[in-house]
């Protein structure tokens, strides 16, 4: 028994000591419960533990081994259900090899069904491509046998080039614009080593270059027959009728330039060439007719055409006074009005031609523009009329510059012949060049409205440098007169009045704002008149009393005056300044005159009382000025008893015929000059009679008339002289 009990208590401390080994230890709430049993046991056997301890450990011991029993019985009973798990296992074991003896049988039978289906579809791909292909071959043979192929009409049309009806050019035009269409069929170049297709594209060639060749013929045949035409008189004629009848050419014309540009290129040289000289024979004849017009030496047809009563009267130049005649007023009004006629004839005939060559050269287009319209220049075997103003490309440089080239050699006697006409309208008159300039400003320019010339057009650029030339012959002439007017000397004892150089400058401003009236841009003239009046004013200013029989300062002071006068009434804005300054240096002058000539009545006088007035400058007082030997009261008594009144009035009437002698009659300056005469000579008057209060007070000396006395004799004298 005791044996048991020790055996019991070693195999309980043995799985005490298990249960809390470090590999299998109690979590925490494991703990707590086992805790919380050994507590139930303990408190539930207090008492038989504290009295029996051996009972308790046999008691324990016991259930122990109850539940050792039990435990062996779990066991024996669970043995019996894993021979049964294993018995399940190899049934299933059996039954996965039968499912993949199954499995492998199936795989075997799907491999010839794979087979068979990649041979079906490496049949039904090459069947793909076998169709292609003869879809293919098919419409290469249909473009070879359809495309390739012109029509018996058209190869009959470009066999016989029949050029001479409207009906004619147009089966040509489409002919030839099929035969293009075929020759530009993009080909491969294997199938050129046909021998169908080579001899198809030997037969395109030989029909386009026989027709090339008939229609080059036929074009340059109509230039020299227009070139070598007659131009009926007068004037300068239409050349209407030759653009109509070659514009119906225009579509044929455009189709050479794409298929053989080197042979296109060459016929604007020979219409150059050919109608060069019809322009030639025009245009020399139209400068013969204005040049016999402007000169006047007979009437002619254009002349007859051209004269115009003037309404308004032509004011007589007289720059060069060996120039004047009967002829000078008629000849400068011919100027401007033929002139004006010549560029009007002149400005349709280079518009014409320009739009004629760019409508029938198709010089406003480029070649892929050309191609573009190849397809939609003819509609339903017709040629369509070409339009009315060419397709405008991004960049024209290359177009204009051919346009301008062609027109160039078209009318190259052009410009020379202006040129020369220009040279006679020079000589008709000498300021020609002031009409000149005019005329052809208001041609650039655009003053004229319908005839001038359009801003983009060839007469435009050539009346463009013309005008330069225009504007360096004003300039010249401007620079001629001016050095004229400068340089000018007067002649020996001149007697005064207008100088030629100021009457020139007169009749220069009016002729020029005659001229100008009209046009918009006075630039030039504005700078021509300012140039002008400044030499006027330097050779005026340059004057010698050398040459002069009368005063200096009275012949600027006419001078000034009058040009003064003259730019009131002409009213020209650019010359306010110059009509400022003659305002001004006409008082200049004319006060510089009324100094130097009013102390002549009383010179003796005037003298006396110049040397007081130095003696007080010196430095002398007042009061003591009377103790100077020269100048003592005894003197100045003198002097005072040399001018009476009478004496005095008839100094004063000499002076009025003298400046009535310097005077011209023409500007009627002598009641101004006499006015300020008499100013000058009552101050001069006021400045003695100061001079006697100051140096000489309470000498009782006085002059011997008094200022009431000096207003009547200038009263005098100006009634008398009325």
Known sequence: MQRCRQDGQERAEAELQQGLSPSQGLSPSQGLKEAAAVLALMEEHEEPLLNHSVAFTEHLCQELQGLEEANLQALLCSEQEAAQLMSCLDEALAEVARVEETLQLCHELLGGVRQQMDHIHRENSLLHRLASNRTRLMDELLLLTGQLQLSREHRAALCRADLSSPAAIGACTAAARALSSCMDLPIHPSYRKLQAVAEQLILFETLKQNFESSFINHITNIFELQGNSQAPAPGVPSHRPHHEELLPYSPLMAWLRSSSPALFWDLPKVYSQNLGRLYEREIRALFEQAKVSLSGRRKGSLQDTWEKPMGTRQPRWSLSRSRESQEDTPARGNIHRVLQQVLSELQPLCTSEQQFLQEFFWLGCDSVELQALGGSATKGGEPMAPPEEPPRTK????????????????????????????????????????????????????????????????????????????????????????????????????????????????????????????????????????????????????????????????????????????????????????????????????????????????????????????????????????????????????????????????????????????????????????????????????????????????????????????????????????
């Not at 100051?694 to 004799?713: H, K, N, P, Q, W």
Request: proline letters at 4%; hydrophobic letters at 40%; charged letters at 25%.
């Open 395 to 722: 960049s024209r440089s290359q177009p204009e510059e051919a346009i301008t080239q062609l027109l160039s050699e078209i009318f190259s006697c052009l410009e020379p012949e202006l040129r020369a006409f220009l040279d006679v309208c020079n000589k008709v008159h000498p300021l020609g060049c002031l009409q000149v300039l005019v005329a052809l400003s208001d041609s650039v320019f655009g003053t004229w409205g319908p005839s001038s010339a359009p801003p983009s057009s060839f007469l435009h650029a050539l009346l463009g440098n013309v005008l330069l030339l225009a504007k360096s012959n004003f300039n010249k002439c401007i620079g001629t007169l001016c050095k004229e007017m400068e340089e000018a000397k007067t002649a020996s004892r001149t007697r005064g009045g207008i100088l030629p150089c100021v009457s020139r400058f007169q009749e220069f401003v009016a002729l020029s704002e005659e001229v100008f009236q009209t046009s918009q841009r006075r630039g030039e003239l504005d700078k021509a008149q300012l140039r002008l009046a400044s030499s006027v004013f330097s050779s005026i200013n340059s004057l010698s009393s050398a040459n002069l029989k009368v005063n200096t300062d009275m012949v600027m002071m006419e001078n000034f005056h009058h040009i003064h006068n003259f730019l009131c009434q002409r009213n020209i804005p650019c010359l306010e300044g110059k009509k400022r300054e003659a305002k001004q240096r006409s008082r200049e002058h004319m006060e510089k005159y009324v100094t130097m000539y009013v102390g002549q009545p009383l010179e003796r006088l005037k003298h006396f009382f110049e040397g007081v007035k130095a003696r007080l400058a010196q430095g002398v007082k007042e009061e003591e000025v009377s103790f100077q030997l020269a100048y003592s009261k005894q003197e100045l008594r003198k002097v005072i008893e040399k001018y009476p009144g009478k004496e005095v009035k008839r100094a004063l009437e000499s002076l009025y015929r003298t400046i009535h002698k310097h005077l011209s009659p023409e500007e009627n300056l002598l009641p101004v000059v006499w006015q300020a005469m008499e100013q000058g000579f009552i101050r001069q008057y006021q400045e003695f009679e100061e001079l006697i209060q100051r140096c000489y007070a309470g000498a009782g000396i006085a002059l011997d008339f008094t200022m009431e006395d000096v207003l009547s004799y200038f009263n005098s004298i100006t009634m008398s002289s009325m």
